[in-house]
C-alpha cells in the first residue's frame, strides 16, 4: 500500500486551493497506481484544525484529530502540499501546521500554490521549497502555482499538462525511493550512558 | 514512612490573581511557599519540593539549600526536595557543598531532583550554553556523584577547571550522599544517566499528554535492569501531577477556570475541558482525584512518589491552603491504601536516608563477611 497524504491550507468553500489539491490528488494517486501497490489518498484540510493548530503552538503537543493528522503525515509515503499565497509566502496557518511536523525525512513532496497574480508563482521556490528541504523532504522539480487566470480562461490546458507531470515526477520518486525513510526512534537507540561521558573526555 | 511518598511540589510564579486581580509581592509569595510547606507537614504529607528559578516571573529560590533549610527548622518530618535543582548552570562544587550542608540541617530529610532547565536566556547569565545542555547535565552530575562519594578528587573535564586532590566539604550526613532523582520530559539521555547511576527518574507530568511519560519511564527501567541495578519494575519512578478540587465537581471546574484560562504556559491555548482530557490535569471532586491518580499506575507500573502542582496560576494562599486540607484529608490516606493494596510484590519503598544508610551498611557488611571467609 502507497499512502498518499495531500494537504490543502484553503480557507474558503469553495476554495481554488482545494480545487487545485483535487486535481492534484487525482493525478498523483493515477500515478501512483500505476506502481505496483494500491494507492491510499488521505486528505488533511488545514482549515479544520485551524484551534487545534494554534493550542498546539502555545502547549508544544498537538491534540485529537490534528495529532491524527500530524502522525498520517509523519508516515506518508508521498505527499502533496498546497497553501494559497498571501503576503508574497505561504498563508500563516499553513507554515503553522508544518511547524508541528517534526520531519519529512526522505518523503517525495509535490509543491503546489495558488494565488491572485501569476507574478507571484516564484513562492514555490522561496517559499514552499526550503521549507521542504528543512524537514528532509524531497521535493519534486515540477512545481505547480495556478493563478485566477490558469483556473478558467486559456490557461486551463497548461495547468492540466503541470499537474500531470508534476504528479508523475512525484511517482517516480517515490517508486525510486531515492532516500532512506529516516524515522528514528530516540528511545529504541539511546546513546548509551559510558558513550555520552567518553565524548566528555578531555 | 513504608511504600510510596506523597507531596507537593512549587515551581514559586507570581501570577496575578485573575479573580481579585491582585499580584502578591516577592515577600508575600516568598513567605507562602513557606507556609504551604509547614501545612504540607501538617496535613500529613511526606514531600515538599521547590523549584529552582532566576528570572521573573518567579519567586522560587535560585538556590533551593537557601529555603530547604530554613524549611528544616521549621518542620519535623517532612522530606525536603527540589524541583528542580538545575545541573547545568550550577557548579558541581557549590551543589556538594550547599546540599550536603543542607542535608545535615535536615538530619538527612533531604534529597533533590536535578533538570536542566528550559530557559534559554539562564544559560549564559552562568557563563553556560542552552546548547551544551545535554552535556553540562553529564558531566557536571558525574562530577557531583564523585564529590559526595570520594575525597582527595583529581578531576578534568571539558566545561570546569580542573580539580586536584580536592575534598568538598561538608562530607554528606553519615557519609551517604543525598538522593537524587533526575527529572526531564523527552530527553532520553536524562533517562539512560538515572538508569546508569541507579538514581531515581522524575517525570513532570504536567502540562504534557501521558504518553510522553510513559515512554521515558519505560526506557528508564529497561536500562536501569540493563546496568544491573534490579528488575525494570524494581527503578525508583516518581511522577508530578496538578489536580485542583472542591467537594464537588462542578464548583471546582467553576472556580479554577479562571486560574486555568491566565496560567502562565497554557494559558490563552486549549480549554480546560482539552487539557484535562489530554494532560493528567485534574479539575473536579477528591474522588475523582483518587481515581486518576490510581490511573497513572496503569502506565508507569508501581512508582514511589507522587508530587502534586497546587499553588500556580495566581490561586491565593487560603485556596492553596484548603486544598492541602482535602489533599491530607480525603486524597492521600485513600491513594496510599489503595496502591499500597495494588502494589507487586519486590516493589521497594520510596527511598529515605534511613533506608539508604541501611542499605550502605547490609553492603559493608556483606562485603566483609565476603572477606572473612576468604
Known sequence: ?202 | MAGMQFGIFSVGDVTPDPVNGGTPSERTRIKAMVRIAEKAEEVGLDVFAAGEHHNPPFAAPPNPPVLLAHLAAKTEKIVLSTATTLITTNDPVRLAEDYAYAQHLADGRLDLMLGRGNTGPVYPWFGKDIRDGIELAVENYSLLHQLWREENISWQGKHRTPLHGFTATPRPLDGVAPFVWHGSIRSPEIAEQAAYYGDGFFHNHIFWPPQHTQQMVELYRRRFAHYGHGTPEQAIVGLGGQVFMRANSQDAIREFRPYFDRAPVYGGGPSLETFTRETPLTVGSPQEVIERTLGFRDYVGDYQRQLFLIDHAGLPLKTVLEQLDILGEEVVPVLRKEFEALRAPGVPDAPTHSSLVAARDAALSETLSQEGTR
Open chain 1, 1 to 202: 500500500m502507497t499512502s498518499l497524504v495531500v494537504v490543502s491550507a484553503g480557507l474558503r468553500v469553495p476554495s481554488t486551493t482545494a480545487q487545485l489539491a483535487d486535481q492534484l490528488s487525482a493525478a498523483a494517486a493515477r500515478e501512483l497506481g500505476l506502481l505496483e501497490s494500491p494507492v491510499e489518498v488521505t486528505r488533511v484540510e488545514v482549515r479544520d484544525h485551524a484551534h487545534a493548530i494554534a493550542d498546539a503552538l502555545l502547549t508544544g503537543f498537538p491534540t485529537g484529530s490534528l495529532a491524527e493528522a500530524v502522525e498520517t503525515i509523519s508516515a506518508a509515503d508521498a505527499l502533496v502540499i498546497v497553501t494559497p499565497t498571501f503576503q508574497a509566502s505561504y498563508s500563516g496557518l499553513f507554515k503553522a501546521f508544518f511547524d508541528l511536523i517534526p520531519s519529512l525525512a526522505g518523503v517525495p513532496v509535490l509543491l503546489a500554490a495558488t494565488g491572485g497574480t501569476e507574478r507571484h508563482s516564484l513562492v514555490l521556490e522561496y517559499a514552499l521549497r526550503p521549507l521542504v528541504s528543512y524537514l528532509g523532504g524531497v521535493s519534486v522539480p515540477t512545481g505547480v502555482y495556478a493563478a485566477t487566470a490558469d483556473l478558467g480562461g486559456p490557461g486551463a490546458p497548461k495547468l492540466g499538462m503541470r499537474i500531470d507531470r508534476a504528479a508523475a515526477e512525484l511517482a517516480t520518486l517515490t517508486a525510486g525511493s531515492p532516500l532512506p525513510r529516516r524515522r528514528q526512534d530516540d528511545f529504541a537507540d539511546v546513546t548509551p550512558f559510558e558513550e555520552q561521558l567518553r565524548r566528555l573526555r578531555p
